[in-house]
Nanobody, 114 residues
Framework: EVQLVESGGGLVQPGGSLRLSCAAS????????MNWVRQAPGKGLEWVST????????SYADSVKGRFTISRDNAKNTLYLQMNSLKPEDTAVYYC???????WGQGTQVTVSS
């Protein structure tokens, strides 16, 4: 079964950190770019970051640049998003997606609040 499963979300205070994980199965993870996308309450989808198949090139939305780091472990079929200096406006459901957006995870909730 083709599947992406996110984990690592939760409630964190402003300025705090979280690390999201996305476990992939059912497809050849190592040959695809991967993305993180988020959706804040009452808003549309926002692209957050993309990493290439080899993990040596990444891009970020301006809203998270310098605070978030995307990475991957192809041996473990896992994608990560390290989120530092979190702000209330980072509150959203975070999804990992296969590069062509043909596969989505179920999402993990991140809430940044004091």
């Amino acid at each position: 079964e083709v599947q992406l499963v996110e984990s690592g979300g939760g409630l964190v205070q402003p300025g705090g950190s979280l690390r999201l994980s996305c476990a992939a199965s059912g497809f050849t993870f190592s040959i695809y770019a991967m993305n993180w996308v988020r959706q804040a309450p009452g808003k549309g989808l926002e692209w957050v970051s993309t990493i290439n198949s080899g993990g040596d090139s990444a891009s970020y939305a301006d809203s998270v640049k310098g605070r978030f780091t995307i990475s991957r472990d192809n041996a473990k079929n896992t994608l990560y998003l390290q989120m530092n200096s979190l702000k209330p406006e980072d509150t959203a459901v975070y999804y990992c997606t296969k590069g062509d957006s043909s596969i989505w995870g179920q999402g993990t909730q991140v809430t940044v609040s004091s």
